[in-house]
């Protein structure tokens, strides 16, 4: 008798650095190849986080250009073909359109679930037309990373029966991999200043400018340096927090790396860190600190307040 195993491809826009191409790489990796077939597609072209998937898991991309790109839904067709693909897990609801669209043009029949990572839920909860006429309907099941996002699917027109919430999580065993950094040596940080560490991407969302305003009523001699690490996905928006920054003299304190593909030796290397964000929805940032046994300050927001009130009652 042969032992039928499931096959599920990951899809996602990109593997470029950040908590929803974490979660996957996180996912697949765990997933029991004695039970399940995995496998992971890339439509667009970043694959900065490809080396940290298991080598014996297939991982393919499509090289698409823009979200209805006709040679991108080729290709996906010849792979799941190629990779008898059964089941579709979409990461992101950009990644959700491009399969939906796919499907509606007949390049592909397997059924998708939808993974959202929106970390924005918390001031942006509108629902796109494409999504309530036909991406609602559509998916065989939506999985939310916090319990707003499944509040969203269901005001969306996604039954009830088709929506689950599992919060992020992480593999504990990629953090003994590294080790801290002497940040005061590596950035000329006097001794005796602390240090803080702040990694998401640099855009309003992230909140960036509110830290900056909280320093501006501190003392100089009382401020700590801090070390932001993330890409620069809002441009105007970073100018602003740099031009913030000149005008309350405070640029000498902030750091600013860009993108790491490595930040836990940064993380383990400062004294604490913060998590300034408008909007949370279940940041794995926040238990990547947890984890590097690192004291933070976050914001009252999504579900980071709402997991401190859960191990800290009357917080």
């Known amino acids: 008798m042969i ?34 077939k995995v496998s992971v597609g890339v439509t667009r072209s970043n694959m900065a986080l490809e080396n ?16 209805f790109d006709l040679s991108g839904f080729q290709k996906l067709s010849h792979l799941l073909k190629d990779q008898h693909v059964d089941i579709l897990h979409a990461h992101g609801r950009s990644t959700y359109s491009f399969l939906l669209a ?24 509108g629902i796109p ?39 992020n999580a992480i593999d504990l065993q990629r953090f003994t991999k590294y080790e801290a950094k002497d940040m005061h040596a590596c950035f000329k940080i006097p001794e005796g200043k602390k240090i803080g560490v702040m990694v998401g991407n640099l855009r309003y969302a992230k909140g960036l400018d509110l830290l900056i305003q909280a320093c501006s009523t501190y003392e100089s001699e009382d401020l700590p340096y801090f070390v932001i690490i993330g890409e620069e996905i809002e441009k105007d928006y970073l100018n602003f927090c740099r031009n913030l920054l000149r005008d ?18 940064y993380i383990k290397g400062a004294d604490f860190a913060v998590l300034p964000s408008r909007s949370e929805s279940g940041p794995l940032v926040l238990i990547e600190y947890l984890t590097c046994g690192l004291p933070f300050v976050a914001f009252d927001v999504g579900g980071v307040s709402e997991k401190i009130r859960d191990h800290l009652p009357g917080s």
């Open 102 to 125: 796919a499907r509606k043009l007949g390049f592909c029949k397997q059924p998708i679930i939808l993974h959202d990572h929106f970390g924005d839920i918390e001031f942006d909860n």
């Open 52 to 67: 940290e998937i298991i080598p014996s898991i297939s991982v393919e991309k499509l090289d698409r250009r823009s979200r």
């Open 3 to 36: 032992n039928y195993k499931p096959s599920i491809m990951h899809v996602i826009d990109s593997l470029s650095i950040g908590g929803a191409e974490r979660m996957l790489v996180d996912i697949v990796n765990a997933v029991d190849p004695a039970r399940y």
């Open 248 to 265: 309350l003299e405070l640029s000498e304190n902030f750091l600013f790396l860009g993108k790491q593909k490595y930040p836990i030796s």
């Open 129 to 167: 037309l494409w999504f309530r006429v036909l991406g609602a309907k559509k998916l065989t099941h939506y999985i939310g990373v916090y319990k707003k996002l499944a509040e969203w699917a269901k005001n969306a027109g996604v039954s009830e029966d088709k929506i689950s919430v599992i919060e």
